[in-house]
């Protein structure tokens, strides 16, 4: 079992808040498809013997290309990797780039999961964020998606946006509800460095919205999604039963996976790869044979670290067997002692030897998380 990721890295605007890799420069466009193409034809080998269950375009883009590119990757993929006929073929879209005629043809090329980038339902909102979208649009594009056949719909939203009320986000959450989608992604806001969010924070033109508006917006959606049939099976991710996204709970759950494109990482048990962030040293590097990524050899420490971090994320949780089995005593003992402590404290639950971070301790996971990793100095 394994995915493919296929990162898109253009964007026709940039979003105010967002820091993924991209270009809005579409000139390269033509180029990264054929260098998308050979580097899936040359890593086939890598997943020669595994079946593939998911493949996730995401980016960047992936609406902003033609039907034409979109479904040449699909057909890239199929001609060189053994996907599963069941396998969750997902697209990132933004609903400006959607309309009826278009998610017909996707969904009979195959695409059989849309992830929609919808973040508010209000205008102002979007209009802070410099999304290119409307509303009707968002909602319109659902619609369209649903009438062509898409029966797994995904959308994301954001909140603890600048001056957004608790009762701003109820209603974006409650639109979300009523669009009847399979899954939704909710994250808080952050500011990250380089984006003009972080450039308009820092110059005193946007506020941070206070921690505890933010925290109880959060407890706002889990409430109204779980009312609404939701399971809250990731701390950002809630789906309707058995909707969960298997490409991203491949990552929690410490599966194989390719990534390709500029930015992308790969995972294969044994090492993390990540293609260099560049579209021009991506191309270089395909074109003359050269290294286009760098590659990290998993020791015992990052894999329980990572083990931890991706479980704890879940309703999945860890498994104190399998600490045990596949790690050091040192990493057990360790695990032990953090797993009192937060017993104690009530911020874990423990069922069958599956340790979960309950309702109480979602609010301080990232705490939770960093406690039972364990980081030793280098000798
Ligand atoms: S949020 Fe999506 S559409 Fe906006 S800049 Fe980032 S990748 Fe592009």
Known sequence: MAGIYIHI?????????????????????????????????????????????????????????????????????????????????????NPDDLNQANLTSLRQMGYNRLSMGIQSFAE????????????????QSVKWAKKAGFSNLSIDLIYGLPNQTLEDWERNVRIAVELDVQHISAYNLTYHEGTVFYDQL?????????????????????????????????????????????????????????????????????SRRWNVSSIAKYLHGLENNES??????????????????????????????????????????HYQKIREKYLKSGHIAISSGTVTINSNGLFISDKIMADFMLVEAAK
């Open 292 to 333: 286009y990524s760098e590659t990290e050899i998993l020791t015992e420490q990052d894999r329980y670290n990572d083990y931890i971090i991706t479980g704890l994320r879940t309703i999945w949780g860890i498994s104190e067997d399998y600490i045990r089995r596949e790690y050091s005593e040192k990493y057990f003992v």
């Open 9 to 93: 890295p253009f964007c026709r605007k940039r979003c105010h808040y967002c820091d993924f890799f991209k270009s809005t420069d579409f000139s390269f466009k033509s180029g990264i498809l054929a260098g998308l193409r050979k580097e899936l034809e040359s890593r086939a080998a890598e997943l020669a013997s595994d079946e593939i269950n998911t493949i996730y375009l995401g980016g960047g883009t992936p609406s902003a290309l033609l039907l034409d590119e979109l479904k040449d990757i699909l057909d890239t993929i199929r001609n060189n990797y053994l996907v599963s006929p069941e396998a969750e073929i997902t697209m990132e879209a």
């Open 202 to 270: 820092k110059s005193g033109i946007l506020k941070e919205l206070p921690d505890e508006l933010s925290v109880q917006q959060f407890e706002l959606l889990i409430r109204i999604l779980k009312d609404a049939g939701f399971e809250h099976y990731e701390i950002s991710n809630f789906c309707k039963p058995g909707f969960y996204s298997q490409h991203n709970s491949s990552y929690w759950k410490n599966k194989k996976y390719l990534g390709i494109g500029p930015s992308a990482h790969s995972f294969d048990l044994d």
């Open 124 to 139: 102002s909102d979007l209009k802070l964020m410099n999304r290119r979208h409307g509303v009707m649009q968002a909602v």
